[in-house]
């Protein structure tokens, strides 16, 4: 999961599909999340971003941001982004078409196609937040869906 700063959207991500895959007894699959800007690195995820979750039932406290990396595309089967702004960075960072070809806007599991943007809810209200939390749930069915042995 890949956002801008690693303190809004990815960390959200990534704690809403690990507390997915736990309730689906999916294990053995890595979830990880980063930012494209090393502003935030070390940092723990934006409070706000954080309360979203714990209202969900989510603890992402522990989380500590960081910076996409080269070795990413090593380390994991799908690189999901949350913005278009995000995919073109992530993509300049890819050394060949197999590492492009996992790179994917989130927002496309739940509209294919549409290339979708999850909004940045970093300078508005809660309400920001909330609209993120429900995006990126759907989004997240549809990956514990695919991920899913027994639902296929």
Do not use: W
């Not at 549409?114 to 809660?126: I, L, Q, R, T």
Request: charged share 30%; hydrophobic share 35%.
């Amino acid at each position: 999961m890949v956002c801008l700063g690693n303190i809004c959207r990815s960390p959200l991500a990534e704690g809403i599909l690990r507390k997915k895959l736990e309730l689906a007894k999916l294990s053995g699959i890595e979830v990880d999340s980063a930012g494209t800007i090393a502003n935030h690195v070390g940092e723990h995820p934006d409070r706000r971003s954080a309360f979203n979750a714990q209202q969900h039932g989510i603890d992402i406290s522990g989380h500590k941001g960081r910076q996409f990396a080269q070795d990413d595309f090593k380390m994991h089967d799908v690189i999901y982004v949350m913005d278009s702004s995000n995919y073109a960075d992530v993509l300049l960072k890819a050394k060949n078409q197999r590492e492009k070809d996992k790179v994917k806007m989130i927002l496309n599991e739940i509209e294919p196609g549409k290339n979708a943007s999850v909004p940045d809810p970093y300078f508005g209200g809660e309400e920001g937040f909330e609209l993120v939390f429900k995006l990126l749930d759907k989004a997240c069915d549809v990956i514990v869906e695919k991920l899913n042995p027994h639902k296929n």
